[in-house]
């Protein structure tokens, strides 16, 4: 490894590193695991401060849920209505019990009229009511003040001890009854209010526990009331108590921590795909890991809630768009490991953004384009849910579910999004994407309908080179999309003069290639040809094709001879020593995908040259064309093993023999004659 690959490799790694460390948390962490139902399978555990016990979610909103049904109603004192019926009694011919009427029914106003029904309300309900009046609002209890009807009878009753005559004729014939009407009117408005305030101001704690005092003993059962004292003892533990040792101790473990996860990361795509190191995959690979891991370390540290609305998923989703399952899979759960480790729900979350990460790489294959992401969005959400809720129903997380899935359907959400973020990074990293790779195989594009306009016959030839490449690729694990559209592209130099190659001769009335190349010198023609290489990266750089596409038209021929016309310079009696006048000026292929497109373009124009079309033949010619390319040393520094270059080979013999196949002669029908 040279110089300059070690501070390529390092110094991405040394800034993962530094950023983890710096944003690890500081606090500690509860060092217990414990479940309620379960046996403690710790040493006894004591106090080691005071701390309140808190009451449970479940506790909290029983409480908050009597307080409302429970609290006190509001009703004002109306003076006004007692006013307004006072004076009208007075005002009756009720002769000797005038004067008693009124003074009763001053009496009676006095402590209050409720409504029947709402007297009725409150004899199943509260035992008090509050009554304001003046401005005061005073506690009264309910059977203090009168209903409608008990307020009438209460009249009747005073009456009738002081008269002998039928007081409850006189009363119903002169309407005093139906001025006694309720003077207390419900507040409802008060009410409500007051109940809120209630509700909110009900104490979070229940009890207290003193240093020292024993919590729980070893090897026994996890009580709900032990698994709420340890609850509480583990929230105040990480709120107030921190780390325990020296400070310089919490920062030699994160230091170790964060080394550790980025060794993991480094191993991951060391023994996966070392390549990636070589090339700007890397810088973005680690950018990708930052972007899940620094998200879960600062919610960690600021709202662990918050985890569920993060779309961690996305990471995956950006790395599978540049690089292979083998790398994507170990990569995304090393960035997922600061969750595991830091998150009081860490193992939950873990395997759930896993497990729906895997599945959003697979649903995505198939649905990636325009608004079928939001599929993929859907079905990553429900993965999300399912596995939460199989981790609720064992009590493994707390919580509101309905808050914990809306959150994970908002993330699902932000899944597609972020996604366009793969354009930007294609930017600034140099990278090409599946998705722009499908895009780039698409025929309509310009370049790509130019080449079918200029030269049909190199059209041709580039779908048959991309068909045979693609079933190639698929044998070997290879990148399909890649080496799809690099076919596709390989040749479009050949627009500046079509007529210079031979597939093209149906342009021309006369003998196309041959035409054109008659009469002139061997040099000048495979100056001609050669020409197509360097002026293919023009056009290419001209329609801004990614670099990886580019590299596919230098090296499709990489260092080759021309050798038709440099064994017609050799039969001229030319110096064999000027051979590189006939020498491609490219590049040797280094990737697979780039040995496949070699391989399919040679193969694919010398098979119109064969005679014969059986399995031998197939098989002598593509061992022929194999070797020649070996003996040239076009795969020096080609990444592929001998093993992968003989499946290439049995495909090559196979694709052949089925493109080639035999056909059943029909015989000619004869016409009857009429």
Known sequence: MTRNSLVRILVPLGIAFVLLAMLMPRSAKFAYDYRKGRTWKYETLYAQFDFPIYKTEAQMMAERGAASTEAIPYYKYSDEIVTRN???????????????????????????????????????????????????????????VYRQSEARSRLLADLTDISTRNVDSLLRANGVYDLLVPNLLFDEQTTALVHAESATSISPTSGYVTAGQLIVQEEELVTAEIAQMLDSYKREFEANMGNSGPAALMVLGNLLIALAIVVLLYLSIYFNNPKIFEDSRFPYLVVVFLLGALAALILVRVNEKSLYFVPFTLVALLLQAFMKNRVVVPVYVVSLLPLLIFSHDGAVLFVMFFVAGMVAILAFRYFNRGWKQFLTALITFGVLALTYLGFRATELVAGNVWTALLSLFIGSMLTVAGYPLIYLFERIFNLVSNSRLIELCDVSNPVIRELEQKAPGTFQHSLQVMNMADTVARAVDANADLVRAGALYHDIGKLYNPLCFIENESLVSRGGAQGYHEGMSPELSAREIIRHVPEGVERAHKHRLPEAIIDFIRSHHGTTVTGYFYNQYLQAGGDPAMIDEFRYPGIKPVT????????????????????????????????????????????????????ELGTVKDTLKQYLAQIHHERVVYPERKSKKK
């Open 86 to 144: 006072l004076r009208a009694a007075e005002r009756l011919d009720l002769g000797a019990l005038r004067g008693a009427t009124v003074s009763a029914m001053r009496a009676i106003y006095q402590k209050g009229i409720l409504a029947d029904e709402n007297g009725r309300r409150h004899a199943s309900g509260p035992e008090v009511l509050y009554i304001q009046r003046d401005k005061r609002a005073v506690k009264s209890p309910v059977s203090e």
């Open 592 to 643: 697979k995908e780039q040995i496949i497109l070699m391989l399919c373009d040679s193969i694919e124009a010398g098979s119109r040259t064969l005679k014969e079309f059986t399995p031998e033949a197939y098989s002598e010619f593509v061992e022929r064309i194999v070797a020649g390319k070996m003996e040239e040393g076009q795969f020096e520094h080609a990444d592929i093993s001998i093993s």
